[in-house]
C-alpha cells in the first residue's frame, strides 16, 4: 500500500514537472493582435509581416484580429509577449470601436504584470499612450507623414534598454501616419525622437515591459508603401502636398531594410527577454 508521505511526494513532483512543462510552453508562445481588417493588405498582412521581423527559432505565434471581431487573449500568462499591429483606426475613432476599451483595459493589465512584454507599433504606439494616461492627437502640423525618416536615439536610455554598446546616430524607416503621442504616460522613458515625431520610440509601464514605436519598421517599401499606402493616401486622398510628395519620393532613393531589421531584432530580443 502507497503511504501518504509518498502520495504526496507524487503529488509535489507531478506539479512541479507541470509548471516546468507550463512556463517551457510559455516561453515561446507569443500572440499578435492586428488592429486592422482593410482586405488592402491581402496577401500579406501585418501577422505576417511582424512574423517575419521578430520570430526566433522554435517560436509559436498566435494572431488575433480583434477589427474582425475575435476575443483578446483570456490569460496573459499564457503568451510570453504580445504585438499590437497598426491600423487606419486612430485614438479619435474610439467611441465608434467596438474593441477601443476592451484593448485599453488589455494594456493596462499586461503593464502590471512584470512577466509579459508588450509592443506596439504605429496605431498599437498610439492606444499604449492613450490607455496608461498619455495623450494622442493629431500630427503637430496635422498633416499626414509619409516617408522614410531617420530616428534618432536617446544614446543612454536606447542604450540602457536595449542592451548594446554602439547604437546607430540614426536608423533611416518608413514612417506613415496621421496621428502621434503627444504626451507619454507616467513611467515612460523616452528612447528616440525624429523630425516629424518627438516620441517615435519609447518604453513605459511600471515594469518597462511595454515598448511602443511610431514607425514601421516591418514594412517593406514596394509592398507596404508604393502598391497599398501611396495609392489610397496620396493619389485617392490627395493627403500630401506637391512639396511633400517630392520629399517622399526623395527619401525613398535608395532604401533599404537594413536600418529596419536591426531595430526589428532589437524588438524581437526585448520580446523575448
Known sequence: MISNQLIVIL???????????????????????????????????????FIKLLSQPDDEWTAINVANGDALPHDLIEYKGVVITGSHFNCRDKESIP??????????????????????????????????????????????ILKAETVVPNHSNFVNTFNIENPLDGYKVLVSHGDCVKVLPEHSVLLASSVSCSHEIYVTGKYKNILAFQSHPEFELQ????????????????????????VALESFKGFNNDDANKLGELISNFLHK
Open 223 to 246: 509592398y507596404a508603401i508604393k502598391d497599398r499606402i501611396w495609392p489610397r493616401v496620396v493619389e485617392d486622398k490627395k493627403r500630401l502636398s506637391a512639396e511633400e510628395i517630392t
Open 99 to 144: 474593441w477601443f476599451d476592451n484593448l485599453c483595459e488589455f494594456i493596462r493589465l499586461a503593464s502590471t504584470k512584470e512577466q509579459i512584454r508588450l509592443y506596439g507599433g504605429c496605431f498599437g504606439c498610439q492606444i499604449i499612450a492613450y490607455a496608461l494616461g498619455g495623450i494622442v492627437d493629431y500630427n503637430p502640423n496635422k498633416r499626414f
Open 11 to 49: 503529488f509535489i513532483i507531478t506539479n512541479t514537472l507541470n509548471l516546468i512543462q507550463s512556463l517551457q510552453m510559455k516561453s515561446n508562445r507569443f500572440c499578435i493582435i492586428n488592429c486592422e481588417n482593410s482586405k488592402t493588405w491581402s496577401p500579406i498582412f501585418f501577422e505576417e509581416m
